[in-house]
């Protein structure tokens, strides 16, 4: 069977470190080692609708922008297919089908929904699209013959329901669908971050994230806010490692080489953690280690950017080809789907 793998992002705002640890460097990393067959990143701008409905023209700029990330972060247009959601229009007669498979219920139980509408206090104003988007993303795995889905821990439910309604459309129809399996992080700093406010997990819309896009002295400032342990007032206090942001960042994203560079009086991470739970480690040493790493991660990512906007038609070109050439996959796709339910009226006029 051939490995075709599928993910993507919804565009409603640059993408953050967050995003890298969780997915981009993944991306790169499975990109290079050349392992499969196809490869697709898709930018969700019709999902990103279902809860910006009034702010159009916001998903609508930061389509670019998010392109922009996945180029200056080293994914190649060459190797994989970075296209739009809304330009390929099977998809939604795919999620129309996909309902008719799914009840009310089963929405209301999935993990992931029931999160995002905590956080986004929608209760009785929930848009019909955000309740279903779960049955909009089974289409847009289902529609490319996916099978590897690269996702973290907190998006397992909704892989978990595409497959439900691939097994189900095979059964009740014929064996068309692929059902596809996770791509889950091996190390669990991989799967999620947590915001500089150490309340929730990094997000654009909780303004708790540093961008890939983001200056020197913004990313130190951000550094230097960041929450770590509130009982650490003095330098000589034993200090919390855990529920620590800057340790967990740390645990995302520091090297033996980066100790050897910023920080050579310690040995390892683990040498630095237990200096600190001991007492006599100051938050603003630890802060200013972490600042050089990150100064170091994304100043490449942020220079490279800077170039990629000097050919932003280029990237648009390329953005609307690729649509094509998913829409051609797409259709195929859903044309064995028709057949199956017996709905492919265009044979009638043939005979």
Do not use: W
């Not at 999935?110 to 019909?128: A, D, H, S, W, Y």
């Amino acid at each position: 069977m051939k490995n075709i793998i599928l993910t993507g992002d919804r565009p409603t705002g640059n993408l953050h470190i967050g995003h890298y640890v969780g997915s981009l460097a993944n991306r790169v990393k499975l990109q290079d080692e050349g392992n499969y067959d196809k490869f697709y990143i898709m930018i969700a701008d019709t999902q990103a609708l279902t809860d910006n409905a009034e702010k159009v023209d916001k998903v609508k700029n930061n389509i670019i922008q998010v392109a922009l990330d996945y180029l200056s972060v080293g994914i190649d247009p060459k190797k994989v297919n970075i296209f739009i959601q809304s330009q390929v229009p099977e998809l939604a007669e795919m999620t129309m089908y996909f309902m008719n498979l799914v009840t009310f219920a089963r929405l209301k139980r999935n993990p992931t929904i029931k999160e995002e509408l905590k956080q986004r206090g929608f209760e009785n104003q929930m848009p019909v699209g955000f309740m279903c988007y779960p049955i909009s993303q089974a289409a847009d795995i289902l529609a490319f013959n996916a099978n590897l889905i690269p996702v973290g821990d907190d998006q397992l439910p909704m892989l978990e329901q595409a497959r439900e309604i691939a097994r189900s459309f095979n059964t009740l129809y014929e064996e068309v669908l692929v059902e596809p399996k996770a791509l889950t992080p091996k190390k669990k700093e991989q799967s999620r971050l947590v915001g500089l406010d150490g309340k929730l997990k990094m997000s654009k819309s909780a303004g708790n994230c540093i961008f890939l896009k983001d200056e020197p002295e913004v990313i130190k400032q951000k550094v230097m806010s960041a929450y770590t342990d509130p009982n650490h007032i003095k330098v000589s206090d034993p200090g919390q490692v855990e529920g620590n942001v800057v340790f967990e960042y740390l645990d995302a994203f520091a090297t033996e080489e980066s100790f050897k560079k910023y920080l050579p009086e310690y040995k390892n991470l683990e040498e630095l953690k237990n200096h600190y739970r001991k007492g006599g480690l100051g938050d603003v040493k630890i802060k200013l280690f972490l600042n050089n790493i990150l100064q170091e991660l994304l100043a490449p990512i942020r220079e490279k950017r800077k170039a990629l906007e000097q050919n932003i038609d280029e990237i648009y070109e390329m953005l609307f080809k690729n649509a094509q050439k998913a829409r051609k996959v797409a259709q195929e796709t859903i044309n064995r789907m028709k057949q199956a339910m017996g709905i492919d009226y265009l044979k009638l006029l043939k005979k």
